[in-house]
């Protein structure tokens, strides 16, 4: 057997070999966990079976392989700044596993890593050495198996090393299933040295190196008055990861993971753009090259993913490593945007494993150019920034740079935090991190201020107003009521507390219980009217402005109202109804985008009214024709089926298992209201909706627009608005008709005829001013006999009735060409803007230039102008002295000859 040597063939010899031991191949989990909102991303192989594993999610097989997609950024596994300056540190990368749901445990998992390693992927066993669980914090030693490894390999204990709790037992969290680990490792560099077995690798990447990590989950932990408490699982697991990039090092026999195929096109392309050599040292400019190369695998995977840069969370992420790319590509002195063309470098390199990089192609290429765009527009000025920060610093010894510094860097400029420390740290500079955090602080706090309310000080009243509620939690009726009795508990009137408020006031009131939806999840707030015995307050709005509080922004019309009164609490239903029509239409949107555009299309916002609906999501082209009216087509078609809208309130763990959506950045409690309208749309949300997908009605979209890299804008409108918007259609095209004096039927034939004739028409027109500007017919004669002879050459300064400015140009040049060696300058009003053409024969170039005459002129007409020696053109918005301006070249030619 030949053992596989590309990256592709070792990944295909993995999967292959426990598929032939009874393994289903599960395709890579998303980067995103759909069933674990508190994982940025997937950073191991487990991620998509963790539910399998804690008994939630049950599949049809109990045996598993795969390659799952991975990235490690954040917190504890924070591998950011070491990517480039080590050999094996990266932010992607890819995890090949075998996975046991209770079916064989460690005597299988060990026989099939050890098979598959030395007879298939042919390695040399005197270059391995295993460890083992060698006890530790009251748990026993993994004995089990290290004797299973010594049986396996005919190692002995000096090759199966026992090690402690932090390397060789895994745990879910303080409490669940947990286990001892077994660990496969590689020697890379030469002879094997079991005495340097511990010690990280030197600089060169050579030194023993963890291959492939094998988990045993054979505990449920559980604390028991404070003590921890380990049961042996009824059913034991296996959950193995061994990373594919260390497993192509060794088999490729290189010492670093970037000199294998999985990184060399990415470094190859980033050099030849640079247009330096990559030498595989630790230089400065291979360092860089090495994190371009890693940085293009996390962008192209996000972007594919439907992850679009941006300034908080995953897109936070994606923009951080991106601008670390850039600035690397920027120390390499690449002046461009390069970053998209090394990403599709890997769109071509593993889109055959991995086939959402080939469908969303495009996309990747277009959202790194756009954000590397905006980047170099401002990249220049936050260095220059830095420079000029690092020179004053210097002046005074100081090693710390201002946090406020940096904070505007990130704020203004764009630099994430992480990029401003790498370029202090090269100049072994500090950041004052307690002044950065108090800065972004600061600036949360404006922001959130500015978002509840115009004036920022009304917070404390609005705490004050929820602490007059009755558990501090407004009780909201609206999902099934549209009128309740209620009682006034708040008046609130800029920014204070108020006990009651009269006729003509503008106020934010407060009740215990109501049927108004306070606007939330991007759907708006209701309106409608509040009724007491002696007042009526019309509401226009309904928000919340803190957790638990909803505020009812009202005009009292009429009366006096008072804290503690009585009301009726109704809202609109028109507008209500509406409203409901559209949420529910922008989940079946969601659904149809989906379905036509790919995975990628995600929600990324959304504005729900009762006049129309607005949604935001991934893409990153303009979407054509027919994709919008397939689109149109998916969403009526469910309007039509009329299947009924349900909503079922559940733990959020529940929701999660019974596979429904949620949007990322919305926040969640630990119960919530899912949605489902047929088995194709399910998601979580709060908002209020139809009762049936028929009561939408025509679904229409009236626009589809970009509004940032990779993100596009839909317009839709529903019900009785779809109506109103086609209606609105129809006139226009019965009134074009008509002034077509035409039917509907050949309408279209009728204005391409009307529109073909006035061309024709504008260019005869254009003819005609021609020729009328030279005079008529005959007139060019006319014209030419108003030229002045001066000082031996013959001068024409003329008005012309003709506003063109090609057709001014003409004119001068003709007439300048009829008269011989000439000076002419032709000039023109219209409406409150002045022209002038200067022409001066070739021969004549060397004393009287163009440009030198029409200056001084221009500025008689409040203009300037310049050109060439033979032709110059300038503008003005004084036309009133027009006549007085080319009467003055007569004078200006004649200084020029003397």
Not at 115 to 138: C, H, N, Q, Y
Not at 365 to 379: D, L, M
Not at 493 to 504: I, N, P, Q, V
Not at 824 to 841: C, F, M, N, R
Request: glycine share 10%; net charge negative; with cysteine.
């Amino acid at each position: 057997m030949t053992a596989p040597k590309t990256s592709s063939e070792i990944r295909s010899a993995f999967l292959h070999y426990f598929q032939e031991h009874g393994h289903e191949v599960v395709a890579s989990g998303s980067l995103i966990p759909p069933n674990d909102p508190t994982l940025m991303f997937a950073n191991a192989g487990m991620v998509q079976f963790k539910d399998v594993f804690t008994g939630r999610d049950k599949r049809a097989y109990k045996r598993a392989t795969s390659s799952q997609k991975c990235i490690r950024i954040s917190g504890k596994h924070n591998d950011l700044e070491n990517v480039g300056r080590t050999a094996r540190h990266h932010t992607f990368f890819e995890m090949l596993g075998n996975f046991s749901f209770g079916d064989y445990f460690k005597a299988d998992a060990i026989a099939f890593a050890w098979e598959l390693l030395t007879r298939d992927l042919g390695m040399d066993p005197s270059k391995l050495a295993i460890t083992v669980f060698g006890g530790a914090d009251g748990i026993a030693a993994d004995d089990e198996a290290r004797e299973i490894w010594k049986k396996v390999t005919g190692f002995g204990d000096d090759r199966i090393l026992g090690l402690g709790m932090k390397d060789n037992f895994w745990q879910m969290g303080d409490t669940g299933p947990c286990g001892p680990c077994s660990e496969i490792h590689s020697f890379v560099g030469g002879e094997p040295d079991l005495s340097l077995f511990g010690q990280d690798p030197d600089e060169s990447g050579r030194g023993w190196v963890e291959i492939w990590n094998l988990v045993f989950m054979q505990f449920e932990r559980s604390i028991v008055d404070g003590q921890a408490k380990l049961d042996p699982l009824p059913a034991p697991c296996v959950d193995t990861g061994a990373g594919l990039e260390r497993i192509t090092a060794v088999m490729q026999g290189v010492l670093s993971n970037y000199d294998t195929d999985l990184f060399r096109p990415m470094i190859e392309r980033a050099a030849e753009i640079a247009g330096k050599k990559y030498t595989a040292s630790t230089a400065d400019d291979d360092t860089s090259m090495r994190v371009i190369a890693d940085h293009a695998r996390t962008t192209a995977f996000m972007i594919a993913e439907g992850v679009m840069p941006d300034r908080d969370g995953r897109p936070y992420v994606l923009r951080r490593v991106m601008r670390r790319a850039i600035r690397h590509g920027h120390r390499l002195g690449i002046r461009r945007p390069f970053l998209h063309e090394v990403a599709l470098e890997v769109v071509a390199l593993m889109s055959d494993t991995y086939p959402e990089l080939r469908e969303r192609k495009d996309m990747i290429a277009s959202v790194a150019e756009q954000e590397e765009v905006r980047f170099r527009e401002t990249i220049d000025r936050g260095l220059k920034i830095l420079e000029e920060e690092f020179g004053a610093m210097k002046g005074k010894d100081q090693k710390i740079l201002a946090g406020d510094v940096a904070f505007k860097l990130y704020d203004t400029y764009g630099f994430p935090l992480d990029l401003t420390q790498v370029i202090c740290d090269e100049r072994m500079i500090g950041v004052d991190m307690e002044g950065y955090d108090k800065a972004l602080a600061e600036a949360k706090a404006r922001s959130e201020g500015s978002k509840l309310h115009d004036d920022a000080a009304v917070m404390p009243a609005y705490r004050e107003a929820l602490a007059k509620v009755e558990g501090a939690k407004v009780k909201f009726v609206g999902y099934d009521r549209e009128s309740v009795d209620a009682t006034v508990v708040a008046i609130i009137r800029e920014g204070a507390l108020e006990e009651r408020a009269d006729a003509g006031q503008q106020v934010e009131i407060v009740l215990d219980v109501t049927p108004f939806y306070g606007e939330a999840g991007g759907q708006m707030g209701d309106c409608g009217v509040l009724k007491s015995e002696a007042a009526v307050a019309a509401v226009s709005d309904a928000q919340k402005p803190v957790d638990g509080l909803t505020v009812h922004k009202a005009q009292i019309d009429s009366g006096t109202l008072c804290v503690g009164d009585k009301v009726v609490a109704t809202v609109d239903h028109a507008s209500r109804e509406a409203t409901r029509r559209n949420h529910s239409a922008t989940h079946l949107l969601h659904y149809a985008l989906r379905k036509v555009l790919g995975a990628h299309a995600q929600q990324k916002g959304s504005l729900v009214g009762a006049d129309r609906l607005r949604f935001d999501f991934t893409h990153g082209k303009p979407l054509e024709d027919a994709e919008l009216a397939r689109i149109e087509d998916l969403v009526n078609d469910k309007v039509l089926v009329n299947a009924p809208v349900e909503t079922r309130v559940m733990p959020i763990e529940e929701a999660r298992k019974s596979g429904a959506t949620a949007i990322f950045e919305e926040k969640y409690g630990d119960v919530v209201r899912v949605l489902t309208m047929t088995s194709d749309s399910v998601e979580l949300c709060g908002g209020t909706h139809a009762r049936a997908t028929g009561d939408i009605g025509l679904f229409k979209i009236v626009s589809e627009q970009g509004i940032a890299a990779g993100v596009r804008r839909i317009e839709a409108v529903t019900g009785l608005n779809a109506l109103g918007y086609v209606r609105g259609l129809e006139d226009t095209v019965q009134r074009a008709a008509k002034v077509a004096k035409t039917g509907g039927a050949d309408l279209i034939d009728k204005l391409e005829k009307i529109v073909s004739r006035e061309r024709e028409l504008e260019k005869q027109i254009a003819e005609l001013t021609r020729k009328l500007a030279m005079g008529g017919g005959g007139g060019v004669d006319a014209l030419l006999g108003k030229a002045r002879e001066v000082k031996g050459v013959k001068v024409l300064s003329i008005r012309a009735e003709v506003a063109d400015p090609a057709a001014l140009r003409e004119m001068a040049e003709k007439l300048r060409d009829k008269l011989g060696d000439a000076v002419v300058v032709v000039g023109a009003a219209a409406g409150e803007k002045a022209s002038l053409v200067a022409t001066v024969s070739k021969a004549l170039t060397q004393r009287i230039k163009a440009g030198d005459l029409v200056r001084p002129i221009a500025k008689l007409v409040g203009g300037s102008g310049g050109g060439r020696p033979d032709m110059a053109q300038a503008g003005g918005s004084d036309p009133s002295k027009l006549d007085e301006a080319l009467e003055q070249v007569y004078e200006l030619v004649a200084q020029m000859l003397v």
